[in-house]
C-alpha cells in the first residue's frame, strides 16, 4: 500500500467538488514567489564534519553539563544513576505503545503497576495512576475532578497564590471550558475570581508571592469544591497543611496538595496529613532538564475518588490457575472506549518517564531517597546561610522567616536578571530570575540547590555573588 492512498481519480474527485481545475489552484492565493522558493542549502557534510559542527553549537549554550546550575522552579538538577539510562533505553519499552491488548503488554503494565506502587507509598495515597504529561497538567486535571466530584453543587477552586505561576496558567486554561470558578489567594488576603467559561474577572497575572495557611483558611466557605495547594510551594517553602486539611473537610471540600517527590523522603507524605489528592512534577526522579521536556506528572488520590481519576491505571489480575497478570483497570472510562464519558480527553500514558521514575525510585531505595533529600536540604541551607551573610544580600532565614526544603528566594542589591546574566558568562546558572513571573519582583532570585552541587560549587556562586555586594 502506497504512503499516500490517494488515487489520480480520488484527487480529480476532490478537486471536482472543491471547483478547482487542478491542484495549483488550491495555492492561488499565495503570492507566487512564496509557492516554491529556493532552498539555499549548503554542500553536503560527511557525518563526522555535521557532528563536530552540532557539538561546537551545542558548546555555545549553557547546559547542566557545562556549567554549576542553581536553577529551579519546577524542574531540577538531579543525578541520574546510569542504570536508568541503561535499562528505560531497551527496545522492550522503547518501542512499545500504549497497552490496550493486556496480553501483548505485560512487561510494560507490570513496570506501571510497580511504578504506581511506589508512588503510591511516597505520596501517602490509596492510588496513583500512570500518568499525566508533566506537574502542571497533572495539577489541573486534579482542579477538574474535584469540580466533578461536587457534582455542581460546590464550584470554587480556591488556589493559593504561592502555587507555581506556570502551574496556576495551565489550570485556568484548563476550567475555561469547566462549569466553576477559580479564586487565586494574594499576598494581602483578597482573591482575585474568574468565572471558569473565561467570563467574569480573570485573575491578574501578577497574584500572590506569599499566603499564610490562616490566609486560605478563612477564604473556605460552603461553595468550595477544593482547596488548592503547593507544598514545598513555588519559593521553596513548607508548610504544615493539617490546619488547612481539617477545616477543608470541615466544610466538605477536597484538599489538593502539589509537592516536590523528592522532598517526600524527609517530610511527611500529603496523603498522610489528609490530602485527598496528590500532583507533582516528576522529573526529579530519573528524567533529564531535556529543555523542557518529556516529564511525568504525578497524581494520586483516595481510593474514594478513584471513578473519577484521570489517566491510565494499571492493575493486577489472576488467572483461572493463580497466575499474576495485569490489565488496564477501569478501562471504559478512558476516551478511546467512551469519549463522551471519558474522565479527561487530554491525558496520556507518560509510559517511558514513568518507567525512569521506577527505576530511579526502586535504584536508590527508601534509604537513598531520604539521603537524597537530607542533602538537598542541608546543602540549600548551607548556601542561603552563606548568602545571607553577604552585604547588600538578605534570605530572610536570619529573621526566621520559615522552612524550607531545597529552593530559597535571596532579594540581591542589584537587579536579579544582571545578575544572573553575568554569572552565566562564567559558567554559573545562579537561578531563577524571579522578574519573569513577578515583573515588580527584579531584585529577587529563586535559587535552587541538590545534591549535585558540592561545597566548592556553592562557594563558587557565593564568590560570584559578592562581585554585586554593596
Not at 21 to 37: A, I, K, Y
Not at 251 to 265: E, N
Not at 371 to 398: F, N, Q, R, V
Request: hydrophobic letters at 40%; one cysteine or more.
Amino acid at each position: 500500500m502506497p504512503f499516500i492512498t490517494n488515487t489520480d481519480q480520488d484527487r480529480q474527485a476532490m478537486l471536482v467538488r472543491l471547483g478547482l481545475s487542478s491542484v495549483d489552484d488550491l495555492f492561488s492565493e499565495l503570492p507566487v514567489r512564496f509557492r516554491n522558493p529556493d532552498i539555499e542549502l549548503p554542500p553536503a557534510a560527511s557525518e563526522l564534519e555535521i557532528m563536530a559542527e552540532l557539538g561546537r553549537l551545542a558548546r555555545g549554550n549553557a547546559s547542566d553539563q557545562n556549567s554549576i546550575c542553581f536553577i529551579g522552579g519546577g524542574v531540577y538538577d538531579h543525578f541520574i544513576p546510569s542504570l536508568v539510562d541503561h535499562l528505560a533505553s531497551r527496545g522492550e519499552f522503547t518501542t512499545a505503545y500504549t497497552p490496550y491488548q493486556a496480553e501483548a503488554s505485560q512487561g510494560t503494565l507490570q513496570a506501571m503497576y510497580e511504578y504506581q506502587t511506589m508512588v503510591a507509598d511516597l505520596t501517602g495515597t490509596d492510588v496513583v495512576n500512570a500518568s499525566h504529561y508533566d506537574g502542571a497538567t497533572s495539577l489541573a486535571e486534579a482542579c477538574m475532578m474535584a469540580l466533578a466530584a461536587g457534582k455542581g453543587e460546590k464550584t470554587t477552586l480556591l488556589v493559593a497564590g504561592s502555587v507555581h505561576p506556570e502551574y496556576r496558567a495551565v489550570t485556568r486554561t484548563y476550567l475555561q471550558a469547566q462549569t466553576g470558578s477559580l479564586r487565586i489567594l494574594t499576598t494581602d488576603g483578597a482573591t482575585h475570581g474568574m468565572q471558569a467559561d473565561g467570563s467574569g474577572d480573570r485573575p491578574h497575572t501578577v497574584e500572590a508571592d506569599a499566603v499564610t495557611v490562616d490566609d486560605l483558611i478563612a477564604q473556605i466557605d460552603e461553595n468550595t469544591a477544593a482547596v488548592v495547594v503547593q507544598n514545598p510551594d513555588f519559593f521553596g517553602r513548607l508548610h504544615d497543611i493539617r490546619p488547612l486539611v481539617a477545616a477543608a473537610h470541615d466544610a466538605g471540600a477536597l484538599v489538593i496538595v502539589h509537592t516536590d517527590p523528592i522532598a517526600l523522603g524527609m517530610f511527611r507524605a500529603p496523603g498522610t496529613d489528609g490530602a485527598d489528592i496528590v500532583t507533582g512534577e516528576g522529573q526529579p526522579l530519573g528524567i533529564p532538564l531535556s529543555s523542557g521536556g518529556p516529564y511525568l506528572g504525578i497524581f494520586g488520590c483516595r481510593g474514594e475518588l478513584v471513578r473519577r481519576m484521570p489517566g491510565r491505571l494499571v492493575g493486577e489480575a489472576h488467572d483461572h490457575d493463580g497466575n499474576r497478570g495485569f490489565v488496564l483497570t477501569l478501562n471504559t472510562r478512558e476516551q478511546h472506549i467512551r469519549r463522551e464519558r471519558a474522565t479527561s480527553n487530554i491525558c496520556t500514558n507518560q509510559g517511558l518517564m514513568a518507567l525512569r521514575a521506577a527505576i530511579y525510585l526502586a535504584a536508590v531505595g527508601p534509604g537513598g531517597l531520604q539521603e537524597i533529600a537530607e542533602l538537598c536540604y542541608h546543602k540549600a541551607h548551607y548556601a542561603a546561610a552563606k548568602i545571607d551573610a553577604l552585604p547588600g544580600y538578605s534570605t530572610g532565614i536570619s529573621g526566621g522567616s520559615g522552612q524550607f526544603f531545597k529552593e530559597f528566594v535571596v532579594t540581591t542589591p542589584r537587579p536579579a536578571a544582571e545578575i544572573v546574566a553575568k554569572l552565566g558568562r562564567k559558567g554559573i546558572s545562579a537561578g531563577l530570575d524571579l522578574s519573569r513571573f513577578y515583573p515588580e519582583q527584579s531584585s529577587k532570585l529563586l535559587v535552587a540547590v541538590t545534591e549535585r552541587r558540592s561545597r566548592d560549587d556553592i562557594d563558587t556562586l557565593i564568590s560570584g555573588l559578592r562581585e554585586f555586594a554593596s
